[in-house]
């Protein structure tokens, strides 16, 4: 397992990959991808067989993009882009970042620092350490059931559970194989990361409710969906 | 008092039902099961064509009124029993459509950063076709080597 030396900061992150599932966003992906660009070199989007221009755009700001041939899901999609920098990178550490917009460079950023400094494996974002995200009140209980489902059943205590803003080192991500092709995986993957039995911390991020994201959000009814995914594997 | 001979039958049968859906079994023990069953629906059938009064008679053995109405919880079992197979089967090539179009996505992007052409992305669309827009051409592929490399 070749880590870096800490000391040695490398230039704009340049051991770590961005890992960022795409479906029909194409109005957003550029923006994204430009915005992380600067702090992040190395970005794989995985297009999930989207059906606009996201996979054309995510490359022409920059990234790197890993096609499926169809619409598989986004666990799926995350699972490829960790086989790809696990395969076919050397890195030392990814982050699963969302293509949405929802989420802040700089809190990618601050959660790979932390991982180099206190040598963790996995760094998990959560949304509910401060209060700087603004979350309705329906969405915060169906997080919150989501937080307590996927604490009983993992046997890790995390204050968020569908956070996609991780950061998993290299050792970690080896041992993660999703299964679960939709949203359920917001909970495979906890769980799997929490059986390596390697150090994690929660570090508190900002998400960022856009107009944009706030009409592709998760409904109510999406929640039973992932329950029945997860009891029936 | 009789009535609880077809309770049972029913409830063993939703309950068979159930654990097929959560556990997995060995391929060729699941077949063989399926095809003693097959059996067993042949000779009931038969029985139950030539000897008209056969269905009710048993029907009544169990506690059920007539013999239709037996065929009409048969029926149920065995439709529940279908969609539970049929969704396991589901399950299971869609994880093998997963694990192909993964390989598929990895070798190609290979294939780009070691400068080979691979042709237009295409999407295998199952979902209704977007609206009409015009359409955005060759899509540009990753084929100018100038890809970055890991």
């Given at each position: ?8 900061r490398?230039?704009?992150?340049d051991d770590?990959?961005?890992?960022v ?7 957003v992906i ?17 297009d999930?067989?989207?059906t606009?221009s ?14 499926h041939a ?20 050397d ?5 699963t970042?969302?293509a949405?917009?929802?989420h802040?460079?700089?809190d ?17 974002g ?12 329906l969405?915060?209980?169906?997080l919150?059931?989501?937080v307590?489902?996927?604490?009983q059943?993992?046997?890790?205590r995390?204050?968020?559970a569908h ?5 998993i080192r ?16 917001a ?22 409710y ?7 959000g ?16 | 008092m ?19 859906l ?15 069953l ?8 038969a029985?139950?064509?030539?000897y ?5 008679q ?7 009124g ?18 539970a ?5 589901m ?6 459509v997963?694990?192909?179009?993964r390989?598929?996505a ?8 070691a400068g080979?052409?691979t042709?237009?992305?295409e ?7 977007p ?7 060759p899509?540009p592929?990753?084929t100018d ?6």
């Amino acid at each position: 397992m070749s880590r870096p030396c800490h000391n040695v900061r490398m230039r704009a992150n340049d051991d770590t990959w961005l890992v960022v599932p795409l479906y029909n966003e194409a109005t957003v992906i550029g923006d994204v991808i430009r915005a992380a660009l600067p702090t992040f070199a190395n970005i794989v989007c995985v297009d999930d067989g989207s059906t606009d221009s996201s996979a054309a755009a995510a490359r022409a700001a920059g990234a790197l993009v890993v096609h499926h041939a169809t619409n598989l899901g986004q666990g799926a999609a995350l699972q490829t882009g960790i086989s790809y920098v696990v395969t076919q990178t050397d890195a030392a550490y990814l982050v699963t970042f969302d293509a949405d917009g929802q989420h802040q460079v700089s809190d990618a950023e601050a959660m790979v620092a932390l991982a180099r400094e206190e040598d963790l494996a996995i760094v998990f974002g959560s949304r509910f350490l401060d209060d700087r995200t603004k979350a309705g009140f329906l969405k915060k209980v169906i997080l919150k059931t989501a937080v307590w489902v996927t604490n009983q059943s993992t046997g890790l205590r995390l204050t968020d559970a569908h956070n996609g803003l991780r950061v998993i080192r290299r050792d970690a991500a080896a041992r993660v194989n999703l299964i679960q092709n939709r949203m359920a995986h917001a909970s495979e993957i906890v769980l799997q990361l929490g059986r390596t039995r390697l150090p994690w911390r929660e570090y508190p991020v900002h998400v960022l409710y856009t107009e944009y994201s706030k009409g592709k959000g998760q409904s109510v009814l999406n929640s039973v969906n992932i329950l029945v995914d997860l009891v029936f594997k | 008092m009789e009535k609880i001979w077809i309770q049972l039958i029913l409830l063993v049968g939703v309950a068979v039902v159930a654990v097929t859906l959560t556990r997995s079994t060995a391929d060729a023990r699941h077949q063989a099961v399926r095809r003693v069953l097959l059996v067993g629906f042949v000779l009931v059938a038969a029985s139950a064509i030539l000897y008209p009064t056969f269905l009710s008679q048993l029907a009544r053995l169990v506690g059920v009124g007539r013999g239709t109405d037996l065929v009409l919880y048969a029926l149920v079992i065995a439709f529940l029993s279908y969609v539970a197979t049929m969704y396991r089967r589901m399950k299971m090539m869609d994880r093998q459509v997963t694990a192909l179009t993964r390989e598929i996505a990895l070798a190609k992007v290979r294939l780009e950063q070691a400068g080979y052409p691979t042709g237009p992305t295409e999407t295998i669309d199952s979902a209704p076709p977007p609206a009409l827009e015009p359409a955005p051409g060759p899509t540009p592929t990753g084929t100018d080597p100038a890809e970055r490399r890991p």
